[in-house]
């Protein structure tokens, strides 16, 4: 299953809950019809359909809390205001959301107290003579719950596990993608550094050699110069003198040549060096792929050179582990992660527009974090704010991270 059939399902389990207490309500007012309960009836059915709509919209998940236990008062007046013992269909749809809430554990305390409310109102309507026939409508209902309560813990287990199949294939893209970076930029040092040492070194000597070369021939020019002012010239010394001239002209031209191509060399070399960059940004954004429901924004623009390995992995670990406490922490819908350059500092931002307010607890994602920054000298913090949660990370660049 895919994540779009997983949040198709979901839709169609969340419509199907409407659609029960759409019915569970007509039923309920229909039965109550000739009563004079039937106005407070219709309005309390429709009081849980409305609240049960908001809850399934709601993105904050302490209002959610809110409304799940007001729509739990308003079912338990529903089971005391209607006789009939078919309104207890209402705390299937309670807790199956109670174990999306809460956990399973929760759920299964709050199924067994929603049966007894069940069971005390069935005596109520029923009185102590039908005690049994209460009884055994009680565990009926119990039943479908723990069949209800299975089959969603199923879908919830089913759901983590394919969370974290995907993150792990996303840690482990990017982690090649890094290490893919570090291999080329191993081989372009090797190469920028051959490039220096070999052919650097023999093309400076070749210049060394063409600069005495044409020191001679100017020498050697000069004095058969000087030998021919004595004699009187002929037609062979002429000649003579042409072709030392020319000989002078080619080792003029090598040896341009020569200085041409060590600075060609050299350029060469810069730019390998210079081309020695980690894209950070590109492994980040192999974290990000295919994650339903959140919208990323990966911004390296402004940030430093990264030419250290170990530098690199911290600020795509801490990433990483960013990435993963939004997902599974807030209801943010949308995420910002920026890397900008601040007094040789390599500052990593993480931002959501999660509205939850709750208190922030270091866990060991935190943790982990905390350690590896201030292994090497860094610093981390984050705040709250009404614009959502902001995760902050510096580290120093070092002389590692230089050319």
């Known amino acids: 299953m895919t994540d779009s059939d997983y949040f198709n399902s979901e839709k169609a389990l969340n419509f ?79 807790v199956v959301q109670a174990a999306e809430l809460y956990g399973p554990r929760r759920a299964a305390f709050l199924a067994l107290a929603s049966i007894t409310v069940f069971m005390l109102s069935q005596v109520y309507h029923n009185g102590m003579e039908n005690l049994f026939d209460s009884l055994i409508s009680s565990v009926l209902y119990g039943l479908f719950q723990v069949f209800a309560l299975s089959v969603v813990q199923r879908g919830i287990r089913e759901r983590t596990l394919r969370e974290e199949t995907a993150l792990l294939n996303r840690e482990l893209i990017a982690t090649r993608e890094l290490l893919s970076q570090s291999t080329a930029q191993t081989e372009r040092v090797r190469i920028a550094r051959n490039l220096h040492d070999i052919l650097g070194h023999h093309m400076t000597a070749l210049i060394l050699n063409l600069e005495v070369a044409n020191h001679r021939v100017k020498q050697n020019i000069s004095i058969e110069n000087e030998d021919s002012d004595n004699k009187q010239g002929n037609q062979d010394t002429s000649e003579r003198e042409k072709r030392e001239y020319k000989a002078q002209e080619k080792v ?65 670990r801490c990433s990483q582990e960013a990435i993963t406490n939004v997902i599974r922490h807030s209801n943010a819908n949308a995420c910002r992660i920026a890397m900008t350059e601040s007094r040789d500092l390599c500052v990593l931002t993480v931002t959501d527009n999660s509205s939850s307010q709750s208190e922030i607890v270091a866990g060991n994602g935190i943790k982990g974090m905390q350690e590896r920054v201030a292994a090497i000298g860094g610093s981390l913090n984050w705040e709250h704010s009404v614009q959502g949660f902001s995760l902050r990370v510096k580290v120093p660049l070092g002389a590692e991270n230089e050319d």
């Open 16 to 94: 199907s809950g409407i659609l029960v207490i759409v019915l569970i309500g007509s039923l309920a007012v229909y039965a109550e019809m000739d009563t004079w309960l039937w106005p407070l009836v219709a309005v309390l059915a429709s009081s849980i359909l409305i609240g049960f709509s908001v809850f399934l919209i709601g993105d904050d998940r302490s209002q959610k809390r809110r409304i799940f236990w007001i729509l739990g008062l308003l079912i338990t007046l529903f089971f005391f205001l209607v006789e009939v013992d078919f309104v207890a269909i209402l705390t299937i749809v309670w």
């Open 252 to 316: 003029e031209q090598a040896l341009a040549l020569a200085k041409l191509l060590l600075g060609d060399i050299r350029s060469a070399v810069s730019e390998l060096r210079e081309d020695d960059r980690i894209n950070l940004q590109s492994s980040i954004e192999k974290l990000t792929e295919d994650i339903p429901n959140l919208e990323f924004d990966v911004d390296c623009s402004a940030a430093p050179p990264i030419r250290s390995v170990q530098l690199a992995e911290i600020l795509l």
